[in-house]
Structures are given as C-alpha cells and as structure tokens.
C-alpha cells in the first residue's frame, strides 16, 4: 500500500522548493490524477496477479463484486487538477450502499460508506486494510494541454490522439506512441496500461508506465524523463 507524501498533492501543479547552498531551487513533483471514472471490479484473491473474478455479491450473492465511480460534472476526470467529487452506483460491494458519494485526492480515494483506499496504479485501487482490491481498464487520453518534461521544463509535446503528436520545436518533431492497454478480465492481463513506445523523430525510443491520468515517468536505458500535462491548446 502506498504511504508516499505524493499522495497529498493537491495539485499536479505542485512543486517542492528546496535549499540550495548560497541559494534557493525548485524540484517539480509530478503528481497524480487518478482515474476514477468506470466500473471498478473487485477480486476475488488479492494475494494472486491480477483479478481473479468474484461474482458472490448482490441480493442473491451471485452478482458481480464491483462499484461504478464518476467524477462529479462533465468531461469525465479532471486532467489537471488531482481532488474532486465522484459519485458512486450500482455497487455491488459487501457493506455499501447501492450509491453514494465520495472524493478522489492524488492516490486517495474514499467512498463514503463504502471503500477507502489508494491507487497502486491507474487500473488498480486497494483498501487501506489490503483486504479489497479492485481493477479498471482505463487508458488516458494523450490529447489535451500540452505534456511537459519536468527536469528541465524545456521539451514540450502535444498529441493529436494516442498514437501521434509531436514535440513543440521548429520545426516540430514527430512523436509516435504505442500503449500497451490493460485488459483485466483477461486470466493473462495485462493488468495496467503502460507506454511500449515512445519515439522522438528518429531517436532511440523510450518507455515506461503512467503516473496517474496527467502523468508518465519515460526510461530509456539510464536516462528518466518525467512528463506532466499542463493547460494549454498548442498543435502540431
């Protein structure tokens, strides 16, 4: 279960100011929006991989284990602020109420009466007491604001979908993307989306996971690089 003080970042906005000798700097964090929005199915055995099916719950115990969460207002979850209202029906979850309400902070997300717990991943949410586990499959939409590298905040990419963008230079450089989308009701998964390409015009590509909706942490050999998502409307 995660305990990290990211989990309370309010913002994905946030940034830490650090000391430096003779002078001050600053340390982006890069936060996490979770992905609320779908139906969340619970498993059965969390001490297994991935979800294992449980269809014990309901009036009659013998529907499937699971709680539809949306964010409250339109557009689905918000992509650059980490808080928000969701509500919550059709939950089929031992001890909750058919609905109800709740509220979505970094990692944290509490249903009230319900459930409350952190993501692990942006498919994945355990309790706080590690006995309920539930999957999603999600894959966050690339479009939308413009993604900024955050160890330098000097590269900047846009996305037209989730396959093509570019990187806001002159001229602009081509971004291919490939993800790897979950599938969680597959016994083989995967059971969380991660990022199997990610090239810079003819580059060596890179790869790596999400980090929350707004979020992707890139590997290529040693090298990191962090991406955030932040308003704004540029193209390529």
Known sequence: ????????????????TLAACGGGGVLAVLGFIGSAGGLWQQDGDPAQPGLQVLDTCGQFGNE????????????????????YDVTYNFATLRGCPVSGQGRADGRRLVLNGCFSGEFVTLNE???DDGKTR?????TPLLAGGVWVELQSGQRRFAFANNTSGCELTSPRLRVTVVLRESNVTDPAGPFET???????????PWSGKFVGISGMRLTRGSEVMELERRPGNESC
């Open 1 to 16: 279960m995660f305990t990290s003080k990211l989990a309370r970042v309010p913002s994905v906005l946030a940034a830490l």
């Open 125 to 127: 949410l355990l309790s």
């Open 134 to 138: 539930m999957f999603l499959d999600f």
């Open 194 to 204: 991660t990022i199997q390409t990610f090239a810079i015009g003819n580059d060596t």
């Open 64 to 83: 499937r284990c699971g709680v539809s969460v949306q964010p409250v207002g339109a557009g689905g979850a918000p992509l650059f602020s980490a808080a």
